[in-house]
């Protein structure tokens, strides 16, 4: 079983809609959340990261940690062309900080 | 310059040739990384440098050589490699103790012929 599953897609939405994109992980242990996204050409950039479990809100991205259910969500409310781009989960244990384990990324286009 | 820069962007080479990729930080992070991203596979992690010193070498093979001279500057030396290590080279920074908060560089595009 792979540490962390994410499904690659990709997923196309609408302009104006909302997206919901998920990461299940295997080990209990693992303590930090964290979202990244990657344009075409660039590197992955730090989107959200939390700390445990519950909900964590910046503009329009909400990242959701449920670790009774090893289940990490990051959800876009009114996507926009500019957030297509391919996003990666990745998760740590505590006091790790070599220890990061990604996702293979989701490829999302939102599209006009 | 700010952030983390990696030179070269583009990089296609034969199998016997001998390459370097360069990668420099302007964060003053004291933590450096090499990743390898593939397609449809997770970033993996090749090598960690904390305080100029490798503290991680995840079963890379020999024909990839990094080094570390100072805390704003990793290269990774190419030798001999196959076509199956064509993937993109992503250079990575952070403050060694933080779980989170990688910066990462643009990346090198390999293509090996």
């Known amino acids: 079983q792979k540490e962390v599953e994410q499904d690659p897609g990709p997923l196309s939405v609408p302009e104006g809609a909302i997206v919901s994109l998920n990461c299940t992980y295997s080990?209990?242990?693992?303590?930090?959340f964290m979202w990244y996204r990657q344009y075409s050409r660039k590197g992955p950039e730090l989107l959200m990261y939390t700390y445990s479990s519950g909900n964590k809100e910046d503009g329009r991205f909400t990242a959701q940690v449920d670790k009774s259910s090893k289940y990490i969500s990051l959800f876009i409310r009114d996507s926009q062309p500019s957030d297509s781009a391919t996003y990666l989960c990745?998760?740590?244990?505590?006091?790790?900080?070599?220890?990061?384990?990604f996702g293979t990324g989701t490829r999302l286009q939102v599209t006009l | 310059e700010t952030g983390v820069t990696q030179t070269p962007r583009h990089l296609v080479m034969g199998m016997t040739n001998k390459k370097s990729l360069k990668c420099e930080q302007h964060?003053?992070?004291?933590?450096m990384y090499w990743y390898k991203q593939s397609a449809k596979k997770p970033l993996e992690l090749m090598f960690v440098y904390s305080l100029e010193e490798r503290v991680e070498n995840n079963s890379v093979p020999s024909r990839f050589s990094p080094e570390c001279p100072n805390s704003s500057h990793l290269f990774l030396h190419l030798h001999t490699l196959q076509p199956e290590d064509s993937a993109l080279y992503l250079c990575a920074s952070s403050q060694d103790g933080q779980d989170y908060g990688y910066t990462f560089g643009s990346g090198t595009r390999l293509t090996v012929v």
């Open positions: 964060l003053g992070h004291n933590a």
């Open positions: 990745a998760i740590a244990a505590t006091g790790t900080a070599s220890k990061l384990t």
């Open positions: 080990n209990s242990a693992f303590q930090y």
